[in-house]
């Protein structure tokens, strides 16, 4: 049980460049999420995914897609890249049917845009 | 507007004594809440939670939580530290109420167990 992964682990941009971000689970989970941690900001949602075929945006989606793909996959895409969007991102899953949802994160990506 | 305040950015205590980092939240309704720990270069990971029921919450490594509903917080607690716990904490929140699967976190808490 590998629970959530993310790749890549690290990368570097040039501005206006773009990139997917992928996350996988294997917890059968029906809801994902992506976050991006800022210092000093803690987490913030971008976007979610409550169930497969669903995607609502979070408190931060400006400059971000998503796709899930499946029960399994959630994409977040950087269409054109900007220095702002330098942060660590973070995949999260959660099963609805579980009282109060606890979230299960991925080890994160550590995105640098130049 | 919900939303997660925790006021101290760090907390330095010494190994063997006891630790509390501080949380308080603001929902319009019933809360569920939460305490993430985040290793260096590691992804949050789940310690505990209020679901409902007993105030006090127990959870992995030791930790505990009480839920105080008056003052609307949800601090965390160990009797004796230990040099291991030193990380970055993380308090969250969501509305039962709103219908969302929108979660809230706090800034987080660095915590320092001297030896």
């Known amino acids: 049980n590998a629970g959530v992964t993310q790749t890549p682990k690290f990368q570097v941009l040039k501005t206006g460049q773009s990139m997917t971000l992928q996350c996988a689970q294997d917890?059968?989970?029906?809801?994902m999420y992506w976050y991006r941690q800022d210092p000093g900001m803690g987490l913030r949602l971008i976007y979610y995914?409550?169930?497969?075929?669903?995607?609502d945006k979070g408190e931060v989606p400006n400059g971000y897609n998503v796709s899930r793909l499946n029960k399994r996959e959630f994409s977040l895409r950087l269409e054109s890249a900007a220095p702002s969007q330098t942060s660590v991102y973070f995949c999260?899953?959660?099963?609805?049917?579980?009282?109060?949802?606890?979230?299960?994160f991925g080890p994160g990506t550590r995105l640098t845009v130049l | 507007a919900q939303s997660v305040a925790q006021p101290e950015d760090q907390v330095n205590v010494a190994e063997g004594n006891p630790l509390t980092v501080k949380c308080t939240y603001s929902?319009?309704?019933?809360?569920?809440l939460f305490w993430y720990v985040q290793y260096p270069n590691r992804g949050l990971q789940f310690l505990l939670k209020?679901?409902?029921?007993?105030?006090l919450v127990k959870g992995s490594y030791g930790f505990e939580a009480e839920f105080n509903k008056s003052q609307t917080s949800f601090h965390l607690k160990k009797p004796s530290a230990l040099v291991s716990d030193s990380a970055l904490y993380f308090c969250?929140?969501?509305?039962?109420?709103?219908?969302?699967?929108?979660?809230?976190f706090g800034t987080g808490t660095r915590l320092k167990v001297l030896a």
């Open positions: 999260a899953s959660s099963e609805t049917g579980q009282e109060g949802h606890t979230q299960y």
């Open positions: 917890m059968n989970h029906n809801s």
């Open positions: 995914s409550a169930s497969e075929g669903t995607t």
């Open positions: 929902v319009s309704g019933n809360p569920y």
């Open positions: 209020y679901i409902t029921g007993d105030n």
């Open positions: 969250a929140v969501r509305d039962r109420a709103s219908g969302t699967y929108k979660y809230i």
